[in-house]
């Protein structure tokens, strides 16, 4: 018998493919991938330590810049976990809006990961259409905060400002546009033959592996559970809404990016709801300025994020600062199966694999 | 569905955490505390025998003379049961089982504990760092760490 000499390809960290300070160690024998080592903390802050030393309030820019592609939804998970701790509610309206400005946030997060997916398979086309459907979302991001990618748009009880007048006529005719732009999404990347053959059957996650491993969000639906956090423990008033839940059957690489771009279509039939039955009313409760949750409580408050199950596990002591805060990255937990997806594949099936499993490194280092 | 779990399932747990563990509700969960040594046992029975299959977080926190290690687990897809695991390790000895082969995820939580925290766990298959670099002296999120500017 014959036997070849393993060697070693790394894969960032420095890679416009690994989406940010991604490190992937590829042991190759021959062309087949043996394992592949994830190596993580190059954007690494510490934001749970700094969180100790800030106040409940100060700490919003930084849940913002958790998940910088999709900022609406990390401040919407810390508001959501502070108001149980405090037993704050919220107004009618305000949720609405939030839910609104989270489901964009979603669609932003989404665009950009069917463009990097497409520019990652070198079809450099695909992110310039997506681009510049998203620009569309970042200007109305810019219209109700005044930031465009990281809005710290949540407040404790509600939003910092109400939904301005230019708005309305710029939301509706995104959400009018938006089956157009599935279809050019479906028509130039989708049906693509070059991604198809790239992307089917190519990293295949079992129903059974994406729950041992924690994965969820669209990686867990594409491998056909049918599992979302808005239906299964829903926040908010996500209760009200009717969507559907879109699943996968073969859980690989095609399923990842076929179940995301119906995600979007769901996203924008819950905008269109959200905006037909908003109330009028108040934005923001009275909360007090500075908050002083009572020593010794604990809670740990979910949310579907774009990326999945967003958790925030807060411990208080009674003074304004938290005494413990932990955030549960979706990004993180995901990419513990990017080695058992990759094993046995191609080098070139890690790039659509990290691009399917859509990693934020933000998120995921924190 | 934000209820927490009825009381068929409370009772059930009680048969099978046994005068073991303790049990106390709140508004949002139902904890459970339990002594190290215990840990893997009550895991594991809870994974087959109440279908607690999916971990969704596992963390530590520092409360002075001991590290508290609390596991939010539920059951998916369905979603009707929630609890929370808690155990409490002296700050000397800061070791405990780890449950990586009953819930594999727990494998990066618990290197990410190691970490930032420096509770080991035996029995786990690499544990190393796995946000800070290898060299790195100490662990930030414990209360006695000295930051520098």
Known sequence: MFTTDLYTINIGPQHPSTHGGLHVEALMDGEVVKDAIVHLGYVHRSVEKIAESRTYTQFIPYASRLDYLASNLPTLGYAQAVEKLMGLSVPERAEYIRIIMAELSRIASHMLFIGSLAVDLGATTGLVYCLRDRERIMNMLEMTSGQRLIASYMRFGGVSADLPEEFFPAVQSFLNDLPGMIDEYNGLITGNEILQARCRGIGILSPEDAIDYGVTGPNLRASGIAYDLRRADPYGVYGRFKFEIPTGQRGDCLDRLTVRIKEIEQSGSIIRQALETMPDGEIQAKAPKVLKPAKGKEVYHRIESAKGELGYYLVSDGTDKPFRLHVRAPSFVNLMVLPLISRGGKLQDIIANIATLDPVLGESDR | ?149
């Open chain 2, 1 to 149: 569905m934000n209820a927490v779990n009825s009381d068929a399932i409370i009772e059930k747990l009680r048969t099978i955490a046994g005068n073991k563990a303790e049990i106390v509700l709140d508004a949002f969960f139902t904890y459970i505390k339990v002594s190290p040594d215990d840990l893997l046992t009550l895991m594991q029975l809870l994974r087959d025998q109440l279908g607690m299959n999916y971990l969704a977080n596992m963390t530590g926190v520092d409360q002075g003379e001991e590290f508290e290690l609390v596991y939010h687990l539920y059951a998916i897809p369905d979603n009707q049961q929630k609890l929370v695991v808690k155990t409490r390790v002296s700050r000397d000895l800061a070791e405990l089982p780890s449950i990586s082969s009953i819930y594999p995820t727990a494998d990066w939580q618990e290197r990410e504990v190691w970490d930032l925290m420096g509770v080991s766990f035996s029995r786990h298959p690499n544990l190393v760092r796995v946000l800070l670099p290898e060299d790195f002296t100490g662990h930030p999120l414990r209360k006695d760490f000295k930051k520098e500017a």
